[in-house]
C-alpha cells in the first residue's frame, strides 16, 4: 500500500513478497484504492480552489493538509473494504500467519543495488507505460483536432457521455477525461482544460485563479469537486498498472476485477453524494 503511493504499479510489484497466493492476489486487486503520485495534483488543486480557497491565510496550508489526509483515510478505508468484500466472496480463505525473519547481515552491495532498482523497476515501469502512451497521445491529438461539422470528435464524445457524467455529479467532459487519461492519471485536469477551451492541445496552466475561472464557467460547484475526487480516488488503475496487474496475476479475469471493483465503489460513492446533495438542495 505504501509503494502504491508512489506509483501503484510499483505497489503491485511489491506484492510478490507476499507468500501466500490469495492474500497476494487481495493486495494486488486492491492496490489502487490509494491515489497514486500522478492523481495527487487534482487532488490537491481540487482542495484547494473549491474547499480551502486561493487566498494566503495562517490556516489555508493546515487545511489543504486535513482535506487531502482525509481523502487519503478514505481510501485506506476503501482499501480495507474492499478487501474484506473480496475476502467473503470470489477469495474465500483462511487467512495466513505473517512471520518476519531476518536475513544475515551482510555488505551492501551498492552497484548490484542499482542496477536491479533500475531493471526491475524503473525500465519495467516505464516501458508498459510507453507501450500505451504512445497510441493514445496519438488518440488524444485525431479527437482534439479532427472535426465533423463545428464540432471536433472531443467535443461530440464528451456530449455523448454527458447524461451518464451527470448522473456521477460530474458532466461529460470530465468523464472523457478520465477515460482518456487511462495512459497516466496526471494528464486528466489537462484534458478537462483542453476541452473546455476547445483547444487542439494539451492545456497546462499554473495559475489556479485561472483554472477555477474556467472550471465554474463550466458549472462546476464544491460538489462536481467532490466527486471528481472521489472518482479519481476510485476508477479503473492506469494502463501502467492493468498490464502490471496482467503479468503479475497471469489472468485476463482477475485483471478485469481490478478495474471493475474500483470503478463500481467510485460510481456507487459519487452517485450517493450527487443524490445526497440533490436532496439538500446544494
Same mark, same amino acid.
Given at each position: 500500500? !505504501?509503494?502504491?503511493?508512489?506509483?501503484? @504499479?510499483?505497489?503491485?510489484?511489491?506484492?510478490?513478497?507476499?507468500?501466500?497466493?490469495?492474500?497476494?492476489?487481495?493486495?494486488?486487486? #486492491?492496490?489502487?484504492?490509494?491515489?497514486?503520485?500522478?492523481?495527487f /495534483?487534482l $487532488?490537491?488543486?481540487?482542495?484547494?480552489?473549491?474547499?480551502?480557497?486561493?487566498?494566503?491565510? /495562517?490556516? *489555508? *496550508?493546515l487545511l489543504?493538509?486535513?482535506?487531502?489526509?482525509?481523502?487519503?483515510v478514505?481510501?485506506?478505508?476503501?482499501?480495507?473494504l474492499?478487501?474484506?468484500? &473480496?475476502?467473503?466472496?470470489?477469495?474465500?480463505? +483462511?487467512?495466513?500467519?505473517?512471520?518476519?525473519?531476518?536475513p544475515?547481515?551482510?555488505?551492501?552491495?551498492i552497484?548490484?543495488?542499482?542496477?536491479r532498482s +533500475?531493471?526491475?523497476?524503473?525500465?519495467?515501469?516505464?516501458?508498459r507505460?510507453?507501450?500505451? @502512451?504512445?497510441?493514445a497521445?496519438?488518440?488524444?491529438?485525431?479527437?482534439?483536432?479532427?472535426? +465533423?461539422? #463545428?464540432? *471536433?470528435?472531443l @467535443?461530440?464524445?464528451?456530449?455523448f457521455?454527458?447524461?451518464?457524467?451527470?448522473?456521477?455529479?460530474?458532466?461529460?467532459?470530465?468523464?472523457?477525461?478520465?477515460?482518456?487519461?487511462?495512459?497516466?492519471?496526471?494528464?486528466?485536469?489537462?484534458?478537462?482544460?483542453?476541452?473546455?477551451?476547445?483547444?487542439?492541445?494539451?492545456?497546462?496552466?499554473?495559475?489556479?485563479?485561472?483554472i477555477?475561472?474556467?472550471?465554474?464557467?463550466?458549472?462546476?460547484?464544491?460538489?462536481?469537486?467532490?466527486?471528481?475526487?472521489?472518482?479519481?480516488?476510485?476508477?479503473?488503475?492506469c494502463s501502467?498498472? $492493468? &498490464?502490471?496487474?496482467k503479468?503479475?496475476?497471469?489472468s485476463?479475469?482477475w485483471t478485469?476485477?481490478?478495474?471493475?471493483?474500483?470503478?463500481?465503489?467510485?460510481?456507487?460513492? !459519487?452517485?450517493?453524494?450527487?443524490?445526497?446533495? #440533490?436532496?439538500?438542495?446544494?
Open positions: 500500500m !505504501c509503494m502504491g503511493f508512489g506509483c501503484n @504499479a510499483a505497489g503491485v510489484v511489491g506484492c510478490r513478497i507476499i507468500d501466500s497466493p490469495r492474500e497476494r492476489l487481495l493486495a494486488v486487486l #486492491t492496490n489502487n484504492f490509494v491515489p497514486c503520485n500522478g492523481r /495534483p $487532488l490537491i488543486a481540487l482542495i484547494t480552489l473549491f474547499f480551502v480557497g486561493t487566498e494566503p491565510s /495562517p490556516f *489555508s *496550508s489543504s493538509a486535513v482535506g487531502l489526509t482525509a481523502i487519503i478514505f481510501g485506506i478505508a476503501m482499501t480495507f474492499a478487501t474484506r468484500l &473480496l475476502s467473503d466472496t470470489v477469495l474465500r480463505g +483462511v487467512p495466513s500467519a505473517f512471520t518476519l525473519e531476518l544475515p547481515y551482510r555488505r551492501p552491495q552497484g548490484r543495488t542499482l542496477l +533500475v531493471l526491475d523497476r524503473t525500465i519495467f515501469v516505464l516501458g507505460a510507453a507501450a500505451v @502512451a504512445a497510441p497521445g496519438a488518440l488524444l491529438w485525431i479527437m482534439a483536432n479532427v472535426t +465533423v461539422g #463545428t464540432e *471536433s470528435l @467535443a461530440i464524445c464528451s456530449d457521455l454527458d447524461p451518464a457524467g451527470r448522473l456521477l455529479g460530474l458532466d461529460g467532459v470530465i468523464l472523457l477525461a478520465f477515460l482518456l487519461g487511462f495512459p497516466a492519471n496526471e494528464i486528466v485536469l489537462p484534458i478537462i482544460l483542453m476541452t473546455y477551451l476547445s483547444e487542439g492541445a494539451l492545456t497546462d496552466t499554473g495559475n489556479l485563479l485561472e477555477k475561472a474556467i472550471l465554474t464557467a463550466n458549472g462546476w460547484t464544491p460538489v462536481t469537486a467532490l466527486c471528481t475526487m472521489l472518482f479519481s480516488l476510485m476508477h479503473w488503475p501502467t498498472t $492493468l &498490464l502490471t496487474i503479468k503479475e496475476t497471469g485476463f479475469k478485469l476485477l481490478a478495474a471493475v471493483l474500483p470503478t463500481s465503489l467510485g460510481v456507487l460513492c !459519487c452517485m450517493a453524494v450527487r443524490l445526497a446533495a #440533490t436532496f439538500l438542495g446544494l
